[in-house]
């Protein structure tokens, strides 16, 4: 395989490569991590800091819708649920938990050590990353 059909590949169709999700799940990430760092920063910058932990569950719900319909979509394969109930049920479980990471590393990282909430944000964004990828590829979208 040349690098233009691997390129290919990184886009386009279905695929079970480890590799090719990672990246899928890479850019996906990154376009909540826009999505959610960004109406982070406009709730805060508009609305004050004093909710910043409110803020943060806000833009983490939306990261996380964005997340999914990349999931589905486009990142993953194969899902292992028939039920799209308990597809999803398990898809927010993992966000909440996520999101239980998101606001404690949130507080240690800006509360705490008094860095700078953006700065905070990325630090727990590639933490917070890790495991929703590994969750998500071993709980709901493994291959058969």
Known sequence: MNLREFAGRLVK???SDLRIQAFRYLVSGGTAFLIDAGLLTLLTELLGREHLLLWTAIAFAAGLLVTYLFSILWVFDNRSLKSRTAEVTIFVAIGII????TELLMWLFADKAGL???LSKIITTVIVFVWNFAAKKLLLFRSK
């Open 13 to 15: 169709g279905r695929s």
């Open 98 to 101: 996520g999101l239980g990471l």
């Open 116 to 118: 700078h909430y953006l």
